[in-house]
């Protein structure tokens, strides 16, 4: 198998056989990522995809999933994820479910029709950092797409029939801007329907743009207790029926649980650490995080 790095893959993917199709991030740009930094972005050719695809029909001939490597796949062109796609199958004619990351601006950059297409292959699960629903964070950020493009290119998924796992990042806007990313988040969140919504909490990795802008002064985290109050706010007034895993390792008050049904034991939750928890107590919990 051909691998470059480290190979980082979402924790539910965890049993999911693994193809390596790109290297690094098209994007790389993002302040507080500190991944792919030292991988520049490549694609892989077609016939070393085979070669692995051959050692993992070896493997597990009957696997029905198979997760796509790199930090967004889904820039490969329509005609390029169409090729592989196929050959999976070829390889691999029990999987079902191809999945892999994606950034809005892969998904604009293709057809609803071309998306279409690439659900009847297979190609029907992605993994989406939406980050947050503040404009302004998300221009600090050098995220490349506004909220009202991230509502835009979902819907489109929604239109293709790709299911979609959006990922939300508390505490992202700083300090003082909590409950504002949480209310421009919830207003993004409510007008799609995301198969389920993933959410981590702020780690600033030594290296990363973000971390070097707090060493300047030019960025204030936001507390522990801002975090809670941020995501209290979110499951409050989330509306459409998703399911919300905020279990990261990141999260100091992990919580899980299917929105409407389950709202009142997460805000539960949330309200006891507020209530029972002092700041330094969860400040030590992220102190210990390095890596992620």
Do not use: W
């Amino acid at each position: 198998m051909h691998y470059t790095g480290t190979i980082y893959r979402p924790p539910g993917e965890a049993k999911t056989l693994l193809l390596q199709v790109t290297v690094g991030c098209s994007h790389n740009h993002c302040t507080f990522c500190s991944m792919y930094k030292d991988v520049p972005f490549r694609i892989e050719p077609i016939e070393q995809i085979e070669e692995d695809l051959r050692e993992l029909r070896s493997l597990r001939p009957n696997a029905e999933r198979v997760y796509l490597v790199g930090g967004d796949p889904f820039v490969l062109s329509f005609e390029q994820l169409k090729i592989i796609a196929k050959r999976i199958k070829e390889y691999l004619p029990c999987c079902e479910t191809i999945s892999m990351y994606a950034r809005i601006t892969n998904i604009k950059a293709k057809t609803t029709e071309e998306l279409k297409v690439l659900r009847s292959l297979g190609i029907n699960h992605l993994y989406i950092g939406i980050e947050t629903g503040h404009n302004e964070t998300l221009t600090q950020v050098h995220k490349g797409n506004t909220a009202d493009e991230a509502v835009v290119q979902c819907k489109r998924l929604e239109e293709a029939g790709i299911a979609y796992h959006a990922i939300y990042l508390n505490g992202l806007a700083g300090h003082g801007k909590g409950i504002i990313s949480a209310f421009e988040t919830v207003k993004l969140f409510n007008k799609l329907k995301p198969e389920s919504i993933g959410i981590t909490s702020l780690v600033l990795i030594p290296g990363t743009d973000l971390y070097e802008q707090k060493l300047k002064g030019e960025f204030v985290e936001a507390t522990e207790f801002e975090r809670v109050q941020e995501m209290k706010y979110f499951i409050e007034h989330l509306e459409t029926n998703t399911k919300v895993l905020a279990n990261h390792v990141s999260m100091a008050t992990p919580i899980i649980g299917k929105i409407p049904e389950d709202r009142p034991k997460m805000l539960k939750v949330l309200q006891d650490t507020l209530d029972d928890f002092d700041e330094d107590e969860l400040r030590q919990y992220r102190e210990q995080l390095r890596q992620l």
